[in-house]
C-alpha cells in the first residue's frame, strides 16, 4: 500500500512540474486564484456595498474611487462584479462538486465496476438526460424549480423558525446548481465508466480480488487513482463550460435573482445599443472578468490535457 | 452493423417518451395554473372550471399525457396556451426555419473558417504558428455570445453603419452578418482542432510517405491524399456543432430580434406556455438523438475499425 502511494504522488508531482513549465498554465491558474480569491472574499475586498447607492456618482466612467465606473443608479460597479463574482464561483463549484465529482464519478464507477443491469440502467438514464438539448433542459428547470424550491425552503423556515434563510440567496443557488447538475453529471460518469472498464482488464485488479480485497478498496484504491488523470482534463475543460452556462441563465434572468448582482444580469444591461453608446464601462468591467474567468479554464484545461495525456508527451 | 442500427431505431421512441414525460411533468408541476395563464385578468372561478374540463385538465396526469403522446405523435402538438386558437405546429414551424437558416449560416461560418486553418496548422506542427494560432481559437471560443454581440454590434452598426442594428431578413440579408458571425467564430476552435488532429492521423500514415516519395508535388499530395482523408471524420462533429449552436441561438436571437426558436422558446417559458415547450423539447430532442445515431453510424462507416455490436 506504501507503494501505491509513492507511486502516484510521484507520478502527480512529475505532472504538476510538467504544468508549471507551461507559461499560459501559470499564468491561467494565477489569474484563477486572483479571480475566486476576491470573489469569495468580496466581503472583505469590495469597497462598497452592492446596493449602496452614491446619488452624486451617476453613470462616471472609471475613476480612482470606482475602478470600473458607476452604473445608473450610482452603485459601485466594481463591487458589485465582485459579489457577481461569488455568486458565479459558488454556484459552478457546486454543481462540479456534486454533479460531475460526486454523481457522475460515483456511477460511472458502479457502472464500469458492477456492468449488467445496474450499468445499463445507469447508462440509459444518462442516454434520456442526454438526448434533451442540454442547454433547453437546463433553462426548463431553472424556470420550473424555482417556486417548488422557494416554496420548501419558507416552510424549512417556518418549521424550525429560521429566519432569512431565503434572504441568503439559497434558493438560487439551489435552483442554478440542480439545474446544471441535470446534464452536468453524464459526461463524468460516461468517462469514468470507459476508463474502468479498460482499467478493469488489468491483472492487478485480479491480483487485488484474489487476495480478497474488498469492493471499495479496489474501486477507490486501485481504480480511481488510474483513472484520474482524462478526469481531471475533462472536468477543467468542462469548467468554462459551465461558468458560461451560469452566464447565460443569470442573463436570461433565472439565475440568482436581484438585488443581489449576477455576471449575467450586468452583462445584460451594459449589452444594450444606448448603454453601449453612453456607458462602454458598464458592460467591459463584468465583460472582461467574465471573458477571463472562462479562457482561463480552457486554456488550463488544454494544458493539463498536453501534460496528461500520455499520446503527446 | 445493422442489427445495431436497428436496436438504436427501436430504442429511439421510448427516449423521447421518457423526454416528453420529464417535460410534462415538469410543465404540471411548474409554478402557474395554464388556465389562469390563459384569461389573465378576467379570471372566473366557474368558467376556469369549465375550460379545465374542456381541455382534459381535470384528469389525472397519466392520463393527460397517454393523450398527448397520442396526438404528438401523429404531429399534433395542441394548442398554444397564450396564443388562443393557433395551434403550436403552425406557431412553431416558421420559426424554426428561421433559427435553422441562422445556424447554417454560421455554422458555415464555423466551417469555412476552421478546417483550412486546422489543415495548415498541422502541417506547422511544432513551429510557433501552430500553438498561436490554437490560442488564438480558444481566445474567441472564450468570449460569451452577450458581450461578442455588442462589441459586433458597436463596430459595425454604432461606428461604421455599415449594418442595420437589429432584425432579421433571411440569409441574403446583410442584417444576418452580426448574428451569424457571432455565433460562428466560437465553433471555429471545435472545428479547427478536429481538422488538426485528423490530419495529424493522416500525415502520420504509411500511404502519405509513399506519396511523398514516389516524388508527387507537395500540392497533389496535400490535396489528393492528406485533405480527403482528412476530412472525412469532420462529418460526425457537425451534428454536436448544430447542438451547441442552439445555446448561442437563445441569446443570440433575442439581442438581435430575429423570430426564431430560440428566441420563442425563451418567451414561452417566461408566458408558461407548456404546449409550446414541449413541442419545441421533444423536436430538439428528436432532431437531436437522430443526428446522434447518424453521426455514431457514420463513423463506423468511414472507421471500419470501429464496429459496433
Sequence with gaps: ???????????????????????IAVVCIAILIIIYFSGIFAFLIAPYEYTAQDYSNIKKPPSIEHWMGTDRAGRDVFSRVLWGVQNTVIITFVAILTGSIFIGVGLGLISGYRGGRVDSLIMRIGEISSSFPDILLVIILAATLRPRILGFIRYLEDAYNINGLVKTGIVDYLVIS????????????????????????N????????????TSRILFLHLMPNAISPLVVSITMGMGALVGTEIILSWLGLGVQPPRPSLGRMLLEGGSISVLREEPWLLIGPGIVVFLLIICWNLLGDSLSDVLNPRTR | MWKYIVGRLVWIPFL??????????????????????????????????????????????????????????????????????????SLIAPKIIVSAKLSLVALLISI???????????????????????????FFMSI???????????IGCLKTNLVPCSGWGGIFDSRIIIPALAMGIPGVAGMLRIMRATT????????????????????????????????????????????????????????????????????????????????????????????????????????PRIRYK
Design chain 2, 16 to 89: 423521447l417518451i421518457a423526454v416528453a414525460f420529464i417535460t410534462f411533468i415538469l410543465g404540471r408541476f411548474g409554478p402557474g395554473d395554464p388556465v389562469e395563464v390563459m384569461m389573465g385578468t378576467k379570471y372566473d372561478p366557474v368558467v376556469a372550471e369549465r375550460i379545465r374540463s374542456e381541455m382534459g385538465l381535470d384528469k389525472p396526469v397519466m392520463v393527460q399525457f397517454y393523450k398527448y403522446i397520442q396526438s404528438a405523435s401523429k404531429g399534433d402538438f395542441g394548442e398554444s396556451f397564450r396564443f388562443r386558437g393557433r395551434s403550436v405546429s
Design chain 1, 178 to 201: 440542480l439545474a446544471l447538475v441535470s446534464f452536468g453529471w453524464i459526461g463524468t460518469a460516461r468517462l469514468m465508466r470507459a476508463q474502468v472498464l479498460s482499467i478493469k482488464q
Design chain 2, 200 to 303: 495529424l492521423d493522416v500525415l502520420g500514415q504509411d500511404y502519405i510517405r509513399t506519396a511523398q516519395s514516389k516524388g508527387l508535388h507537395f500540392f497533389t499530395v496535400s490535396t489528393r491524399h492528406v485533405f480527403r482523408n482528412s476530412i472525412i471524420p469532420i462529418v460526425t462533429i457537425l451534428a454536436f456543432s448544430l447542438a451547441g449552436l442552439l445555446g448561442g441561438a437563445f441569446i443570440t436571437e433575442t439581442i438581435m430580434g430575429i423570430p426564431g426558436i430560440g428566441r420563442f422558446s425563451v418567451e414561452s417559458i417566461f408566458n408558461r406556455d407548456y404546449p409550446v415547450i414541449m413541442a419545441i423539447t421533444l423536436i430538439g430532442a428528436t432532431a437531436f438523438v437522430i443526428a446522434n445515431l447518424m453521426a455514431d453510424i457514420s463513423y463506423s462507416i468511414i472507421d
Design chain 1, 203 to 214: 491483472q492487478y485488479i485480479d491480483s487485488a480480488k484474489s487476495i480478497g480485497a474488498s
Design chain 1, 1 to 23: 500500500m506504501n507503494k501505491n502511494i509513492t507511486q502516484s504522488k510521484g507520478h502527480f508531482m512529475t505532472a504538476l512540474s510538467r504544468l508549471f513549465r507551461k507559461k
Design chain 2, 144 to 154: 460569451p455570445i452577450m458581450i461578442t454581440i455588442p462589441f459586433l454590434l458597436w
Design chain 2, 112 to 138: 469555412s473558417i476552421g478546417l483550412p486553418l486546422g489543415f495548415y496548422i498541422a502541417h506547422k506542427q511544432g513551429t510557433w504558428i501552430d500553438p498561436l494560432i490554437v490560442s488564438f481559437s480558444v
